[in-house]
């Protein structure tokens, strides 16, 4: 009956050792998950943070390009218009050479 005895108190503190082992092992593994967890959500938090940060940028440049891409396209029709006005006086320009031309061979004409 001693040994019986012994044989079930020795059993119940093995098992008892054990489950408490464990216990406090998948207790310190769920502490760490968990601790995990927090860094992970906030990591998330600053990273949207960071997300919503770009995009304003990213839509502030979009609106300077916009405004840019008109801004360059005023100056391209400003350039147009400048070299057809060159054009033009370059035509302007031949023909009065022409006049001056001709009126140099009247007036040596003439003399």
Same mark, same amino acid.
């Given at each position: 009956m001693? +040994? =019986?005895n012994w044989i079930v108190l020795t059993? +119940? =503190?093995?098992?008892v050792g054990t489950l408490l +082992?464990?216990?406090?092992y998948y207790k310190n593994l769920y502490e760490k998950e968990s601790e995990y967890k927090k860094i992970l959500k906030a990591t998330l938090e600053e990273a949207e943070i960071l997300i919503k940060k770009y995009q304003i940028q990213l839509q502030r440049s979009l609106g300077n390009l916009?405004?840019?891409n008109d801004e360059m396209n005023k100056l391209k029709n400003d350039i147009k218009a400048v070299k057809?006005?060159?054009s033009q006086y370059k035509i302007e320009n031949?023909?009065?050479r022409k006049k001056i031309k001709e009126l140099e061979n009247?007036?040596?004409a003439l003399l």
């Open positions: 001693n +040994f =019986l059993s +119940f =503190l093995l098992i +082992f464990k216990m406090y916009d405004i840019l057809s006005r060159n031949e023909q009065l009247k007036i040596e």
